[in-house]
C-alpha cells in the first residue's frame, strides 16, 4: 500500500488527529493538512508493506525527517519512503526551488540531499523510493541516477508514476488493445533497465486506466483485461509491483479491475518464468508460463473491443503439447463495458467475488480441449 505523499501536507507531532484538514465541499481535495503520530499507528496496523511519502515541496525537511522518525521505529510494515510526489509539477514559487528555476537538475539534486539527509538521521540505507516522477520527461529516473553517486545506497526502488489515459481522452479500446499496452510502456523500459544496472527495482509507484481512475474506463471489464496484459508486459520488461490508484477495484461493489488482477496472480502463482509468444502487434496475446525450465500454462488474451451482438472468435493454434487433453480457465464478461456495479457481471474460472469482503464465491468452471496432433 501507497499512502501520503501529498504536497500539502506536513507532520504535527503535537496533533491527536489521523490527519486533520478543512474543505468546503467534502469533493474537493485540502490546500493544506496536517497529520500527527497515529497516522503512523494506523499505517502501522495493515497487514501488508506500506510506502509512506513525505512532502518535499515545502522545503522542510526537519520536518519530513521527524515523520520519518515516527514512521521508521513504529511501522514493522514499513517498506520505503517517498520524499516528494511528482516533482515534475513543482514549480519556481514553490519553497523548494528557493526562488530559482525548477528544473530536472535542480530535482536531482534536491532529491540526493533529502536522501542523504534523511537517511543520515534515521542511521539506515536502502529506504527511498525514488524519483517519483510522472511519466519520463523532462525528468526520469535515468537522469536522477546518473547524479546519485553513493546516493544509489539510499534507495531501495526507482519510481515512476503512469496513467495512459486521462478523463478528456477515454478511450477503451485503445486502452486495453495488448498493441497499446505495448507502446504506452515503452518508454518505462529504459527505465527499468537504468535502475536494474544500479542494482535496484523499478516500480510503478502509482497507476490506473485513467488518471484518478477516471474517464468512466476504470470500472469496466475492459480495465480488467487492461491491468491483466498491463501487469504482464510490465513485468516483461523490468517494471515491478504496480501501485493502482485508491478505489481501482470498487468502494462497495467488487469492480471488474480486480478480476483482471486475480486472472493474471492465477495465471503466474508457483512460476518462476514467463515469455510472451507473440509480437505484440495485435489485439492478441500469448504468454508461455514456466516452472523450473517447464512450461506448466499458456495464458491466452484477446482485447478485440465487444459492445452488443455475438461475440466473435479467435483461433489460437499451440504446437507441442503433450497428452491427449489440456484443461482451460476463463476471465469473461458479456460485454467489454460490462460493470459490475450496475449488475453487470464478470466471471474468473465460472467464478466473482462477495462484495466489500472480496472472497471468492461459485462453482469452479474448468473447460476441457482436445489436443490434436500435439
Not at 323 to 341: C, E, N, P, Y
Request: net charge neutral; with cysteine; charged share 15%.
Amino acid at each position: 500500500m501507497r499512502i501520503g505523499g501529498t504536497t500539502q501536507a506536513t507532520y504535527d507531532s503535537s496533533s491527536t488527529n489521523a490527519v486533520t484538514y478543512t474543505v468546503s465541499d467534502p469533493k474537493d481535495a485540502p490546500a493544506s493538512l496536517t497529520f500527527g503520530p497515529s497516522f503512523m499507528s494506523l499505517a502501522a496496523q495493515y497487514s501488508g508493506k506500506v510506502i509512506l511519502g513525505f512532502n518535499r515541496r515545502l522545503n522542510n525537511i526537519a520536518n519530513s525527517i521527524a515523520a520519518a522518525k515516527v514512521a521508521k521505529q513504529n511501522m514493522g510494515n514499513l517498506d520505503a519512503i517517498e520524499l516528494g510526489n511528482e516533482p515534475n509539477f513543482f514549480s519556481s514559487s514553490d519553497p523548494v526551488a528557493n526562488g530559482a528555476s525548477w528544473t530536472a537538475a535542480a530535482d536531482y539534486a534536491s532529491e540526493v540531499a533529502w536522501q542523504d539527509q534523511v537517511c543520515g538521521n534515521l542511521s539506515t540505507s536502502g529506504l527511498i523510493s525514488a524519483g517519483v516522477f510522472f511519466g519520463t520527461s523532462p525528468m526520469s529516473i535515468k537522469g536522477l541516477t546518473a547524479v546519485e553517486g553513493s546516493g544509489n545506497n539510499h534507495v531501495k526502488y526507482y519510481c515512476s508514476h503512469n496513467y495512459p489515459q486521462s478523463g478528456g481522452n477515454a478511450d477503451l479500446a485503445k486502452l486495453m488493445s495488448h498493441s497499446s499496452i505495448a507502446s504506452q510502456i515503452k518508454p518505462f523500459a529504459a527505465e527499468a533497465a537504468t535502475a536494474a544496472a544500479k542494482g535496484q527495482t523499478h516500480i510503478f509507484g502509482e497507476t490506473n486506466s485513467a488518471t484518478q481512475g477516471g474517464g468512466g474506463m476504470s470500472p469496466t471489464f475492459g480495465a480488467g483485461l487492461w491491468i491483466l496484459d498491463y501487469v504482464l508486459q510490465s513485468l516483461l520488461q523490468g517494471t515491478k509491483a504496480p501501485s493502482v490508484t485508491y478505489c481501482w477495484w470498487g468502494r462497495y461493489n467488487m469492480g471488474a479491475p480486480y478480476f483482471g488482477a486475480y486472472f493474471a496472480t492465477m495465471a503466474l502463482a508457483g512460476a518462476d518464468k514467463f515469455a510472451p509468444l507473440d509480437d505484440q502487434t495485435s489485439t492478441y496475446a500469448a504468454y508461455a508460463i514456466y516452472k523450473n525450465g517447464a512450461p506448466i500454462r499458456v495464458l491466452l488474451y484477446n482485447s478485440d473491443y465487444f459492445t452488443s451482438g455475438t461475440r466473435p472468435t479467435q483461433v489460437y493454434t499451440l504446437t507441442g503439447l503433450s497428452g491427449s487433453q489440456v484443461t482451460a480457465k476463463r476471465l469473461t464478461a458479456s460485454f467489454t463495458t460490462s460493470r459490475i456495479d450496475q449488475g453487470q457481471k464478470a466471471t474468473v474460472g465460472g467464478r466473482s467475488f462477495e462484495d466489500g469482503t472480496c472472497k471468492i464465491q461459485g462453482t469452479a468452471v474448468t473447460e476441457t480441449a482436445t489436443v490434436s496432433a500435439g
